[in-house]
């Protein structure tokens, strides 16, 4: 995996052992090109759900947005603490927890929630993920969700679906706070 753009750019960060699917350099490079038609990343806070190695969350960092990743996989969390050390990466906080309960508790509030849970989520699970995000009012206003699924999940009857993009067998939903 290398970071795309950035501080970073051309980091090469190698996970082995690590019980993940990570995003695509493809889909992670079209994505990005995607949220910076909408946010100025050197200025928002990010929200990593499912962070897995970090991928999404090191090419965030790279690109100057404050960013906390949430993983509840110690090796995963180990993993990007060494990671934010090897790189002193600045604005990184890891928090070692299921990311369901990190939506409970937490009283911070995001620009960007970028969400790649499990294939194996089922549609009810994504619905109360989303749910949650909503209800504790954990996105700022004209904030982004980003959500990795597979073809069997849909958001398109969400009232707050923006758009869809599909690379390969990786598909994004994009909804919007526009308040």
Known sequence: MRIISGLYKNRRIHFNHLPIRPTTNFAKESLFNLLNNHHDLTEITVLDLFAGSGSISYEFISRGAKTTAVDQNIKCFNFMKTIKSKLDMKHFEIIFSKSISYLKKTK??????????????????????????????????????????????TFDDNEYFFFKKKYGNVHFTFLKNER
């Open 108 to 153: 911070e509030k995001y620009d960007v929630i970028f969400a790649d849970p499990p294939y194996k989520y089922t549609q009810k699970k994504y619905d109360y993920l989303l749910q949650q995000i909503i209800h504790n009012k954990l996105l700022n206003n004209d904030g982004t969700i980003v959500i990795e699924h597979s073809k069997l999940i």
